[in-house]
């Protein structure tokens, strides 16, 4: 693994068994990170972890040397509670040494309880307040055509997250202004805060609401690399209208006692708990 984290991403291409592999390293680090802190959201920052896995170890560019590169793609993770599964992917990526993730919700900590992008090194954008992450990326988007750059901009949202009205104003301007350069990712686990989405506020059928849009619509499993790769390595060669990429995950996904929980949503494990989620990631259990 070691050459994932270490090369520059012109110069590697990780298999799919190497990513798979990274993103229960990416899982280890958010149980340890959440524990260690006993405070923050394990069940959708699991959920969101292949899917972030593949985007910062395969898909993106990006110099971990220089992360204001104006090159660089750009990542912004919408449900910023979720926050660990990003900083885990960071600091594995080599923007920040990895002794800071057990740092996480400190005070002074680089690593807050929502991303902060005048803090971490890596974040292009502080999040926090739901139904605004797809907004500055859509502007991020627009800027780069603007300015004739080739970068692409990758949004995840949360399903529950896609009850915010300002998603669907973001929604309607992308394809006014052709912004193919713009790529949401719903992380589509079904459950927000301690209750499942479809008994608070149903959002479904969101394919068929993104497409009435005029959203170019990729379905997949959000846990199968395999589906996952080729979705966000698509994405670059579709003209003219922005992506939909809708990721049907498991909340809590790796550790049994976790998934599909609404109670994981935003409880730390104890003692107990932190070793025997760790032990079933690292056996490779789930």
């Known amino acids: 693994m070691s050459a994932i984290t270490t090369a520059t991403q012109a110069d590697i291409q990780p298999s799919i068994d190497d990513l798979k592999a990274m993103a229960q390293v990416i899982r280890r680090h958010i149980i340890t990170m959440i524990h260690a802190a006993q405070a923050g959201h394990p069940g ?9 896995t593949a985007l910062y170890f395969r898909v993106m560019r990006l110099d971990p040397a220089n992360p204001s590169w104006p090159d660089r793609d750009r990542f912004i993770l919408s449900k910023g509670h979720a926050c660990p599964v990003w900083y885990a992917a960071l600091a594995e990526r ?7 993730l057990t ?39 627009l800027a780069g055509k603007l ?4 970068y692409h901009v990758y949004v995840m949202i949360g399903d529950g997250e896609a009850q915010e009205g300002a998603v669907w104003e973001a929604a309607m301007a992308a394809p006014r202004w052709r912004l193919d350069n713009l790529t949401v990712i719903v992380d589509n686990n079904g459950i927000q805060n301690d209750a499942f989405t479809a008994e608070i506020m149903p959002v479904e059928p969101l394919a068929d609401k993104w497409r009435a849009f005029r959203w ?26 922005p992506t939909v990429i809708i990721a049907k995950t498991i909340k809590g996904r790796g550790v049994s006692f976790m998934e599909n929980v609404p109670a994981w949503h935003g409880a730390a494990p104890n003692d107990a ?6 032990a079933e990631i690292a056996e490779g259990l789930r």
């Open 147 to 150: 300015h004739g750059k080739d």
């Open 94 to 100: 080599g923007f920040f040494d990895r002794s800071h």
């Open 103 to 141: 740092t996480l919700r400190q005070l002074n900590s680089i690593l807050q309880g929502h991303a902060d992008m005048r803090k971490t090194p890596g974040v292009d954008m502080t999040v926090g307040s739901l139904g605004q992450g797809i907004c500055a990326g859509l502007g991020m988007a």
């Open 216 to 241: 170019n619509v990729i379905e997949i499993d959000g846990h199968r690399m395999e589906e996952i790769v080729p979705a966000l390595e698509s994405v670059k060669a579709i003209k003219g209208v």
């Open 273 to 278: 708990q932190a070793q025997a989620a760790l």
């Open 44 to 52: 959708g920052s699991l959920s969101a972890a292949d899917i972030v």
